[in-house]
């Protein structure tokens, strides 16, 4: 039992010494190979992806948003200029298809932020349907206020 | 292992930038799009015309609420764009130059808002 004790610390001395100093990252270790498309295997997979891509579509919503008030500085004509190209079928291929990803991204955002918060009220948590359920509550309410202020005009 | 002292104090604003941008377009921009995009153009219902609008945004506090809601979602989606070229395509190889062009383009859109919304009248 001594012996083996001896044998062990010596082989950890001598590989203390013998070590190199610390790498990041060893090439010799064994990777499994990851395929670029391994979000396509599993719905799971899809899913996550889709919504990280809604983020490319709420940068879409922002550069339009921004074109529209450029062209709104630059007097009537150019702002019908604005008006005509989003009645084009295409603008609205491309608006229905970002509507649909930005949606998904509120939806998803509201249950995660179920997950997220951990409120608790008189010693238990809530129940995470409620938060998300209070969060689709709040985006109704502001929806009609939004909504209310464009379609007044 | 020692981190960046840079990376320790940029990396929990990204994040809060991140989350903020990520509410304020999960509440404000699907009814947006929705009208904007698709109500309006399709004709369902009538939008404000140009002097209703120009009137509406010369406002302080809808030139405000549109540069909230054109400056964080920039942040949110240069966060996520960033992360999904990381895990999605595995290019970690280019991760500085991403991440530099992400929240460079997010930087620049929020002073193209900060410009455009200031300067208008």
Known sequence: MDQICVVALGWKMKSATTAPAYTLNHPRWYRKRVSTYWWLQRWEYLRFVLRELSSVFVAYFVLLTLFQIYLLSHGPQAYAKFQGLLKNPLMIAVNAVSFFFVVFHALSWFNLSARAMAVRVGGKRVPGVLISGSNIVAWLVFSVVVAWFLLRG | ?121
Not at chain 2, 55 to 69: G, K
């Open chain 2, 1 to 121: 292992m020692e981190a960046k002292p840079s990376q320790l104090r940029l990396e929990p604003l990204l994040w809060i930038l991140f989350s903020a941008g990520g509410v304020v377009a999960a509440f404000l921009i699907p009814v947006q799009l929705f009208l904007q995009g698709l109500v309006f153009p399709l004709g369902w219902a009538k939008g404000p015309d140009y002097a209703t609008t120009a009137a509406f945004v010369a406002h302080p506090l809808v030139r405000l609420y549109l540069f909230v809601l054109c400056s964080i979602p920039l942040f949110h989606a240069a966060h996520r764009i960033r992360y999904t070229l990381y895990d999605g395509l595995q290019i970690k190889h280019l991760n500085e130059v991403i991440a530099v062009c992400c929240y460079g383009g997010a930087v620049f859109g929020t002073l193209v808002a900060g410009y455009l919304l200031w300067s208008f009248h």
